[in-house]
Each structure stands twice: as C-alpha cells, then as structure tokens.
C-alpha cells in the first residue's frame, strides 16, 4: 500500500467526479487510477467487489467505496477551512443530496438512456420528474437564499455533489435545458461548469 490514498476513477462517472472535486477541494494528495468499467482491475475488485466506482483506499488499507463517504473523509481531514461538509448538513441540502442521488436518479437514467430499461413510460415522463423532483426545488431553494450556491454565498459539499448529475440531465438537450424556466439553476450550473475545480478533476491525465 503506497503513502498517499489511491482512487480508481472514471474520468465522466458523475459520482467518480464529486469524490474527485471534494478531495481536490480539501487538499488532499492522491493518486487517482481511471478504469475502463467494462475491464475493471482485478485488485480494485479484490478491494471492493461490488466493482463501482469511485473507490478509494487509504494508505492503512481502510476502502471507502461510496462518493457520499469519499467525500465526507475528504473533508474531515482537516482541509475544510470554508466548512464546506458543515455547511452541507441543513435538512434542506440532505434532502436534495437525497432525492439526487434517488428519485432524480432513476429518471435521468431513464431519460438519459431508454434503451437500456424495459420501461412503459416514455422519455418525456421521465425528464419531466426529473424537472419536477429535483430541478424546481434546486430552482426555488438557489432564489429564495438569492444566494448563489446551495452553501449560501459559498458552495458546500452538497453543491459539488448534484452538480455533476445535474450536468449529464443538462447535456442531453442543451438548447432544451437553456430554455426552462429555471433561471437560477441555469446560472448555477453555468457557474460551475467554468470553475476552476471542476477544471482541475476532470483534467486528463497523462498515460
Ligand atoms: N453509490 C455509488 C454509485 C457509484 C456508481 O454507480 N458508479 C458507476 C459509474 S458512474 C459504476 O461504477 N458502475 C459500474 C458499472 O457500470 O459497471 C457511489 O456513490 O459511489
């Protein structure tokens, strides 16, 4: 086991990209390995068998194999001067993380890719939930602060953990996403996608 915690990651996996953002973020030095999902390494699967990513494995041996976990070690290391897995604990914030990482979920899956899902309703059923679930209460929860992020003035960690799902929904149909009624999640996600951290974890690196 080396000195510094070891990542397996896949560069547009959206959970991978949170865990990659929250370590960046904190601070944190590591050393992040990118798979192919459809050849994972045998020793990341030794490590963790249920075989998603992202996994990270601290150097005593200790695998934190969910994001949410990922992010939430990230953060208590110390590197958190801004308090950004504090300020991500309001009942509002758990709830949205919550509904993201379930119901908006399985719709965006279904809208993202319906070929993969045996599924009686169609595409617009699905975008619209997924509008209905997660996106107007971003929306109302982003104007009624009037603050920019979901942190308040400054983003937390719920702001890093939805964005990333929030983009895929978004790159489906941009032009379609660009002309919702949803003017401060528009902003929001604009915001994000040119910030220097996003930058920073979805950077290529070299082989
Ligand atoms: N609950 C997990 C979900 C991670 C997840 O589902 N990752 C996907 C990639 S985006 C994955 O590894 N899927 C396995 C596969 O496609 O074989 C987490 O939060 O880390």
């Known amino acids: 086991m080396g000195s510094t915690p070891l990542l397996y990651t896949y560069r547009r996996c959206p959970y991978a990209m949170r865990a990659r953002m929250a370590l960046l973020q904190a601070g944190i030095a590591f050393e992040a390995q990118e798979i192919a999902l459809r050849d994972k390494p045998p020793a990341m699967l030794a490590l963790s068998p249920k075989g998603t990513v992202p996994v990270l494995v601290l150097p005593d041996g200790t695998v934190l194999e969910q994001s949410l976990d990922i992010m ?10 801004q308090q950004w897995w504090a300020r991500a604990q309001s009942p509002a914030n758990l709830a949205l993380q919550q509904t993201c990482d379930g119901l908006f979920k399985y719709h965006l899956d279904r ?8 599924d009686t309703k169609d595409r617009e059923h699905h975008r619209q939930e ?14 009624t602060q009037a603050q920019a992020q979901l942190g308040g003035a400054m983003p937390c960690a719920v702001d890093v953990g939805i964005f990333p799902f929030v983009r895929q929904f978004a790159a489906v149909d941009p032009a379609w996403f660009a002309a919702l009624p949803l003017p401060a999640l528009q902003q929001w996600l604009a915001g994000w996608l040119v910030h220097p951290l996003f930058a920073l974890a979805m950077r290529k690196q070299a082989s």
Do not use: M
Request: proline residues 6%; negative net charge.
């Open 130 to 143: 997924a509008i209905a679930v997660l996106l107007e209460p971003l929306e109302r929860q982003l104007q």
């Open 111 to 118: 809208y993202k890719y319906p070929q993969r899902f045996d």
């Open 72 to 81: 939430r070690w990230a953060f208590a290391q110390g590197g958190d001067d």
